[in-house]
Structure formats: C-alpha cells, structure tokens
C-alpha cells in the first residue's frame, strides 16, 4: 500500500510571496492577479511534483492571537497589506476552492499552529509531510517524516529544509530554530528577542550552550562581556521571544486528516476562474478538456448551391474560422437560419457563390452574427464587402455585461440560457490535437451557432432596452464594429529594412556597451548570465550585496536600480538590458507579424474585452510599443502611409481622463483650469502643495502632481503611488488626502459614485455603458474596497473610452462626407492615426479637431492636439 504523503501550505505567507516576486497584473476586468496567478504556479508545480494524497492550506484568521496576550505588539509595526494584494486573497480562496484543496482558518490562531498541529497528527499516523511556506518559521517542524519547502526566488522556487540540511545550514537542529528566534528575534513579526545578538551570535550561542534555557542555566559562569550584559539585561525577553516564536502544535482545530483528501481539482470551475482571470497561458498549457453536454439533435441541409429560395429577408449568418487570427486563418464553413430553415455551405463552395455573395453585400437583407467585425475581415479577403449588420452576439452580450467578454459562441450563449451549442474544444480538440472534424459533424456544429444567434437576438435586445442601453449598442458599438473592421483589414505599412537598420544600429549599441562594460570590469563575462554578472559587481567591483538567490547574488532590476549610484558600471548594464529587450521584443518581434503579402501589420482591435469600454490592440499590440525611451519612439519611424507622397496624421485627446473627471465632479478648481487652459499638472501641483505662482512649481512637483492626477483616475492605492514615485506609503497618503482637500469636488464624486453603487449595484458612463459590481455591498472588506475604487474610476475611464469611439464613427461619416481619400488605420490609447494624400492635410488640419472636440459636450472643452509626417514618428 502507497504511503500517505500530506501537503500543508501556508496560505497568507504564499500569497505575499506571490505578490511581491511577481509584477503588477491585471485581468481584463481590471482585477489585480500577480500574487493569484504566483499562487496558482506553485499549486500547479507542487502538486504535480508531489502528488499528495491529502492538502490543506491554512489561513490567518485574524490580527489578534493567543501570542497578543503574552505580549500585545506581536507583530506589531507591519505595513497595512497593499489593497492591491487585499483584493486578491478572494480569488485565491476561490482558487482553491476550485483545486478541491481543503482550505481552514482558526480564530487566535495562526496558519502556523494549524500547520503544526496537523503535521504532527500525520505523522503520528505514519504519513509523510511537506510544509510549503514563505518565510522559514517553519523549518522548526521539521524531522525525518517532516520536510518544509521555504520559497526564495519568485514563487516556484524552493529550498527544502529536512534535519539534514538545517544542520548543514547552520549547524543547528530544528528544534533549535525557536531558540535561535528567540535571541536574535524576527523584525517581521515584531519578536524582540536579545538586543544587539544577530543570526551569527544566535548560532554560536546555540553551537555552545543548546537552548536559551540551558543558556541563561550558565549565565553566571560566561566571561564578562556586553554581550553578557545584554543578555542579562534581557532574559525575559528572550524566554518571551521564544515563547512567541513557538508552533503550538495542539490547536483545537475541529479538522482532521480524513477531511483533507485530495483527488484533483474540479477542472470546470477551474478552467472557468482562469478565463475570469485572464490566465491564457495556463488553460492553453492545461490537459483538461470541457466536458460536451447532450445536444437537441437539428436538422441542418449540406447544400453546394445556393438559390435565392433558399435565403431570407432576416437570417442568422455564422462563418466559422479556424482560429480567432483570421488574418492568417482559412474559413471552415458557413451556417444560415431564418429560425426555420437552416443551410451549410461547405467553405469551397460558399465564396464563389454569387447569389450568396449578393445577398451578403446587400444592405437591406438583415444580417444576424456572432462576431460582425471578424466575419467582415475574412469576407474582405475574399472580396466580399459586408453590409446590413442588425445584430452582434459579442457586442450585445458584452454590453449587456462587461464581465462576459470574447467571442466564444458557446460560452456566450450558455451565459443567456441557450445552452444547445458544444464547445470548440469539445468538436475540434486542443492544440495539437486539434482536428478538423467530418463534413456533417462541422455542418451540425457551425449551424448550431448560427441557430443560437438567432434565437438570442430578441432576449438580448429587450435586455439592453430595459437597460436603457440600447442607442449605445445600436448608434455605437455595432457602427464601430465595422470600421473597426475596415481598419484591421486595411492593416498599417510597416518599413521592414526600417526595422533591420534599427535593429542592426541597437547591435552596434549594445556591442559599445558591451565593451564598455567589459573595460570597467576588467575583463569577459557573459553579461546575461546573473551568476557571472553578480560575481563582477559584488566580489571583484565590492558592491554591496542587496539581495541573494539560491545561484549567487541577484542582479534583478530593482536591485541594480538602488546601486546605480555605486558605480558607473551598473547603469551600463540596464542600459544593456533595456536596448537588448527592445531589440527582441518589438523589433524582432514586429518583424515577424508583418504580412509578407502586402508589408503591413493587421492589428485586431478586441472591441469586446475591457471591462471599461476601451479597445484593446493585439497581435501585434501596437498600444504597447514603449515610447517613452527614445529608442522605442523610434520604432515609429518604421510605420508609414502605403502610397507614395502621401502622411501619416495623428491626433489624440489631451487629457482626456481628467476633463471627463472635471465634467462628473463638477469641481470648480478643475473646471475653473479647463476653461482658461491652464495646465492641469501644475495647478493640481499648486494646490497639493500649498504654492500661490505656477512659477514656484517644480519639475519634481509637477511629476508628482501628475503621478496623483492619473492614480485618482486609475483608483491607485497609497502603496500603488508610493511605488510610482518611489516614496514611502506615509508620504503618499498625505498627498492622496492633500489631493482630495484641495478638490472637494473630486472627494464629493467619490461619495456619491460609491453611494449610488452600493444602491444599484452598478455604475454608468456617459453613454449609459454600465459595469456591474456585485462586490459593492460585500461583507469582505478586500472585495468591498476593490469594488469601490472601481465605481470611482470606471465612469471616467468608461466616458473616455466611449468619448473616442464615437468620434471615430463621426470621422469616419465626415470622411465621406468631404469625399476625401485619407484613412482611419489606428487607434491607440487617445489616438487615432490616419493616412491621408498630401494635399488633403489642410482639410484634416480643420475637420479632424473639429470632429472630435465635439464628439460629446462636456462642461469643460475637449483639446486634440494633431501633427502629420511621413512616419508615425514624424507625426508625434
């Protein structure tokens, strides 16, 4: 019989281990999910690795332990958690939940006590443990049945600590690890121990006397020293410290061991919460598969030729692609229905019909569709202009609710009660063993889809019209959906020996560099290798060592960062870093998305994404392409117009976010600095810090000014700002609440959007864009404090969105409206860009301002700046 192998992990310690080695992410909904996604590689990674039978992960249940009350600043002096990491301890409760791990908390305990209590059980009971944890508390459990995992680099990486290796580490048995606690103390749970005695004195005090106890029992015979004094001095201090630091390993927990069986996770809810998450990588990488449900049996024709007969006034239409590239990707089949009757036109078949294509290109045949903008681009390869959209499944369930997005049939119909449609995975399979299935079980697949558009175009409309929602699905999003579609297969020129000349000149630069730093160090080593890199700046140069991985020193950004100050040397090797990612990255990156075929790059504009209303830009993601360096700038330099003679014109909003926020706020500071164009960094600088003159507003000033104008708008956190500006969180608060008092108007918003949220349940923009917010009201105070800085933040940054999107439907009707040539080809951020014949500069000059100052009238006047060249770069 296999041996019973426990896995028990500490969840809080994992959590903030997660959160702090892995970079700032977020979902689509705007959810944070570093430390969630951290959490989720570990499970994956260990579970897999271990395979235990029995898991449990242990929570803290609150501030206040059974150690409080033997000394009352335990753990006192720590930072207040990030709301940043707050908001996440949900998800990953969830997430667990989903693995099917046991999860379990005790009040005036600590994960720590139920960890040890139920290690001890195990073993008592012949099973094998492993204890996973952040922070090496632990390492005191463990003996020949018992090894605890201790994460040090990022969140996978482990140090395992058997008796063996503690001894090895530190001469020192487990057991001991409490008494070398209770000397040297541990400032991260607030434990004194002995003034004055660091890990090396600790160690060798142990070495020679073996416990405190047996210490303090020879006091009297140590030679005289300070050290002796200090320790005199602070006896009860280090039996205290000891006490504290002590697993209690006979908790009254009311869980035992046959409650903790693990046998896999639920891989349904699992798949579900990562595509809540965003977590692609990991349902890519995944083996699970959904399972199929059993499905009303259709009838579906298999025709070759279409005849008139066969087609409606009104049908759903569904044309199925081979993957959501469909710039680079074959069409599969195409399904039709008027409700009663439903075709398949298998794909050889359905573009060289011309009584199907007539049809498709009629606008007065009303058109139904999953996806409107990525049916149109794959027609308009085959010459085929689409016309006649009345309804857009994506759109009107996006819009219905921002949290449902993609274009995923199935799981969008299954979202509105039709459930009669299977999932792409269960027909075609996954990934490599994806296939292409018979010509009948296509046919049934593709009309199913087709069917379920059809069927969910009333529900969905009347949806919206209760909303209210209607005008801004029909008059907005539907309207946009084809330009949008237009653009993508427009694509954007893109200089490819443009690119190669940056990336050769990036080469000589990086090889300057490279000898650069080979002279300061005094000799070759390979500089993207950290272990011969950290034996360069911390043995032979003597820089201070910050930080140390299980390989050696660690040469991380943010380390080399706090040293650039020590040597010349360091700043060289960022520099390095940076020009080589930029080279890989964007440079050998955008080369290799540019279509040999028309040397352009075919953005796809993810119109139903965002929880907030904004397009995202994806393969390539040209929102991306960093250009605050120079360097990156310069990357812009390669896009050009497609014909001879002709610009590239861009122009964005300015500030768009803040005179949203002053139009909703109604401050009259901000609107006042609006309305007389003031610059709006510099007043917020004036009034922040107490300045009567703009004159008297420094540069530094005016970026912190700046730094708390855009967290206001994004919802940023004091620790959020603190890590923007690089200052303490104290010092962020203040300018946070200097902020609000010196914008009472701004401070009113805020209330009163909270207020109304927790009223509805919801919050809107100005075109009556609503995200709902089923947290507002929660009883968890981290899912309640998300919530609210998202009912302050989604209005503006969802007007702004919307703002734009409707002055690219308003561009694109006076475009016509002129008769001009130019082009929509982009939009990024608060920018459009276009391509415009030379001659027609000077209408652009007048119309394009025009047309988007006044794409919807706020109480403070909207600013576009414009500039044209012959490269995007030129036009900035």
């Known amino acids: 019989m296999t041996k019973e ?16 080695a892995l970079p700032p992410l977020t979902s689509d909904q705007g959810v944070h999910t570093n430390a969630t996604f951290g959490f989720t590689m570990m499970l994956q990674k260990i579970v897999e690795e271990e395979k235990p039978t029995k898991m449990l992960v242990a929570f803290d249940a609150g501030k206040t332990t059974f150690r409080h009350d033997s000394y009352s600043e335990y753990k006192g002096g720590r930072q207040k958690t990030p709301p940043e990491l707050s908001e996440q301890f949900p998800y990953i409760r969830k997430l667990i939940d989903a693995y099917n791990i046991k999860r379990y908390e005790l009040p005036m305990y600590e994960a720590d006590d139920i960890i040890g209590t139920l290690a001890k059980q195990a073993v008592q009971d012949e099973m094998d443990v492993i204890i996973v944890s952040g922070d090496k508390d632990l390492t005191q459990l463990a003996d020949e049945h018992i090894t605890v995992y201790v994460t040090r680099k990022g969140i996978t990486d482990i140090e395992k600590y058997t008796p063996e290796h503690i001894e090895e580490k530190y001469g020192l048995t487990p057991y001991q690890i409490i008494d070398m606690k209770g000397l040297m103390g541990d400032s991260s749970d607030n434990i004194p121990g002995v003034p004055g005695v660091g890990e090396k004195t600790a160690i060798k005090l142990l070495k020679e006397y073996g416990s405190v106890e047996a210490l303090y029992e020879a006091i009297d015979s140590m030679k005289a020293s300070k050290m002796k004094e200090k320790l005199v001095a602070n006896e009860e201090q280090a039996h205290m410290s000891k006490k504290l630091a002590t697993i209690y390993t006979e908790a009254p927990i ?13 891989e349904e809810e699992l798949l579900a919460l990562w595509r809540e998450l965003g977590f692609k990588s990991l349902i890519d990488k995944s083996d699970f598969t959904e399972t199929a449900t059993e499905q009303q049996a259709i009838e579906v024709e298999i025709v070759e030729e279409v005849t008139p007969h066969m087609l409606a006034d009104k049908m759903a239409v569904h044309v199925e692609l081979e993957n959501d590239h469909y710039h680079d990707c074959d069409a599969l089949g195409m399904a039709l229905t008027d409700g009663s009757r439903t075709i398949y036109v298998p794909i050889e078949h ?34 085929i202009e689409l016309k006649g ?35 792409n995975e269960a027909i075609y399979g996954k990934g490599a063993k994806w296939t292409r299935p018979d010509e009948t079980e296509l046919a049934d697949h593709v009309a199913r889809k087709a069917i379920a558009v059809f069927m969910l175009e009333p529900v969905l409309e009347e949806k919206l019209r209760e909303n209210e929602q209607f005008e801004l699905y029909k008059n907005l999003e539907l309207p946009l959906a084809r330009i949008l579609g237009k653009m993508e297969s427009e694509g954007i020129t893109v200089r490819i020996e443009s690119l190669e000349e940056m990336g050769d000149e990036l080469a000589q630069k990086l090889e300057l560099i490279e000898s650069t730093i080979y002279e300061l160090a005094g000799e070759k080593f390979n500089i993207n290798s950290p272990k011969q890199l950290g034996v360069i700046l911390f043995e032979k140069l003597g820089l201070p060592a910050i930080k140390k991985t299980k390989t050696g020193y660690s040469t991380a950004a943010d380390v080399l960062e706090k040293l650039q100050s020590k040597h010349i040397i360091v700043k060289h090797i960022l520099d390095y870093r940076m020009l080589a990612k930029l080279r890989s990255t964007y440079i050998e990156g955008l080369i290799k998305v540019v279509h040999k075929d028309d040397s352009k790059v075919h953005t796809r504009f993810q119109q139903a994404l965002t929880a907030t209303g904004r397009l995202s830009s994806t393969d390539p993601n040209l929102q991306n392409i960093p250009i605050r360096l120079e360097e990156g700038r310069k990357i ?28 909703m706020c109604q401050d009259e500071v901000l609107v006042e600095a609006f309305r007389e ?9 004036m009034n922040v810090f107490g300045i009567t003159s703009p004159e008297e507003v420094t540069s530094n000033m005016r970026r912190t000014a700046k ?78 404090s998300f919530a609210e800085r998202t009912a302050m933040n989604t209005p503006i940054q969802g007007s702004a969105a919307d703002i734009i999107k409707k002055a690219m439907i308003d561009i694109d009707a006076r475009l016509k409206e002129e ?9 990024v951020h608060d920018e459009l860009i276009f391509e415009a014949p030379t001659e027609e500069v000077e209408i652009l000059e007048r119309i394009v301002p025009e047309v988007m100052e006044n794409a919807i009238e706020l109480i403070v006047p909207l600013k576009v700046d414009f500039s044209y060249g012959p490269t995007w770069y030129d036009a900035k």
């Open 389 to 423: 959209v009345t309804f857009d499944l994506s759109l009107a369930g996006y819009i219905a609710d921002p949290s449902i997005s993609g274009d995923d049939v199935q799981a969008l119909a299954k979202e509105f009660g039709y459930t009669d449609v299977q999932s």
């Open 677 to 685: 164009g003031m610059d709006i960094h510099t007043r917020t600088a």
């Open 819 to 827: 008769g001009l040539q130019t082009k929509l080809l982009l939009q």
């Open 5 to 20: 192998k426990v896995l028990l992990l500490d969840g809080n310690s994992l959590a903030y281990r997660a959160f702090f």
């Open 636 to 663: 812009r330099k390669a896009f050009v117009p497609s014909k001879p003679e002709w610009v590239l014109f861009a122009a964005d909003y300015s500030q768009i976010e803040l005179r949203v926020l002053a139009h």
């Open 350 to 383: 359905a573009f060289s019909n011309d009584i199907l294509k007539s049809w498709l290109e009629d606008e007065t045949k009303e058109k139904l569709m999953a996806d409107s903008k990525a049916t149109q681009a794959m027609l308009q390869r085959q010459g």
């Open 254 to 266: 009311d869980i035992t061991l046959g409650d903790i069986s693990y046998s896999g996770p639920n």
């Open 707 to 784: 730094a708390v104008n855009f967290g206001i708008v994004y919802g940023i956190s004091d620790y959020g700002l603190s890590q923007s500006l690089d200052i303490t969180r104290k010092e962020a608060a203040e300018f946070i609440e200097n902020y609000l008092a010196s914008f009472p108007g701004v401070k009113g918003y805020m209330d009163n959007i909270i207020k109304d949220a927790k009223k509805q349940g919801f919050v809107t923009t100005i075109l009556n864009r609503r995200r709902y917010l089923p947290d507002i009201n929660s009883s968890n105070f981290n899912l309640r």
